[in-house]
């Protein structure tokens, strides 16, 4: 059985769309009919060789989606086949199974633990979650990565509780799922900073009460002139490092937490001034979010179905798998929230 899937041949250069042949299944993994995937930065930098040296040439990419399972493999319990399911990067429990070849050409693609951009994916059991009926499948795709990193930030990470004053740094689609969490958390006010005006609006029609806009000028200011004294919480998500010291620079002294999220190029660094830390601010990493999935993605469920997190104005219009070059150049340009390519 073949499957079409978008593979990274070289970094720098678009990904290729063709038909792999697809392997039959190892103990642990599940075949999956992927309906969305969603497009991350992780996969942009990776497909522009910015992580690093890429080891795994040529492969497959994606790490957050939606599908029906079709097919299990031996040990399989989680999930059976034609059950829905959120494709996550994310361990939960379940058998890990490393990853997955597949053949191409005469050549081997590799593939990890979890890759989505195909119509079809082999994928490891603990990546895997049910998926209840009654969430719209672009939507449930960002369960697998945008919402559980971005609400499990402010929630898990940051530990928001009403009237905390928040910031959130890169309303892509990570920061617009924080806004949907700080919101939902009652946070207040909740601003959101980006350099996009579009992106800015998206965050506003999820409930942020302040947008800030750095081409009007420091950020930093325009925040302390809205929170004097600084922020209970600041999120970063845009993987840049002079952002994550603007994020620690607004919050405020004595308990301040600057959360950051975003991944920045291979060799980066940030240089921070550390009388900041004996004023009692706070830096926290987060593993995306600090989710447990068995115990998170279902709690992420119901307060979709019920309306309650509101991540709709996230997610693009879907560009076919053959527009995924489209798609990777959509979330680097800042056009759309979370750009989705839709397989069926
Ligand atoms: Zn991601």
Known sequence: MKTIAAILVETGQPLEIDDLEIPKLQPGQALVEIHCSGVCHTQLLEAKGLRGEDKFLPHCLGHEGSGVVKEIGAGVTKVKPEQKVILSWIKGSGINVLGTQYEWRGRKVNAGS???????????????????????MAQAALLGCAIPTGVGSVWNTAGAR???SFVIFGVG???LSAVAGA???????????????DRLELARQLGATHTVNPKAGDAVQQIFKLCPGGVDIALEATGRPAVMKQAVACVRSQGGVAVIIGNSPEGEMIALDPKQLNQGKQIRGTWGGDNVPDRDFPRYCELLKAGKLNVK?????????????????????G???RPIIGMI
């Open 183 to 197: 919101v939902l958390a009652g946070c207040c006010p909740v601003i959101a900073v980006d350099l996009n005006d």
């Open 173 to 175: 689609g990570v920061g």
């Open 313 to 333: 104005p996230i997610v693009s219009t879907p560009f076919p798998l053959e527009k995924v070059n489209e798609a990777l150049a959509s979330l680097e340009h």
């Open 162 to 164: 009403p009237g905390h």
């Open 335 to 337: 056009t759309v929230g």
């Open 114 to 136: 979890i890759t989505t951009f195909s119509r079809y994916a082999v994928i490891s059991e603990n990546r895997l979650t049910p998926l209840p009926d009654g969430i719209d």
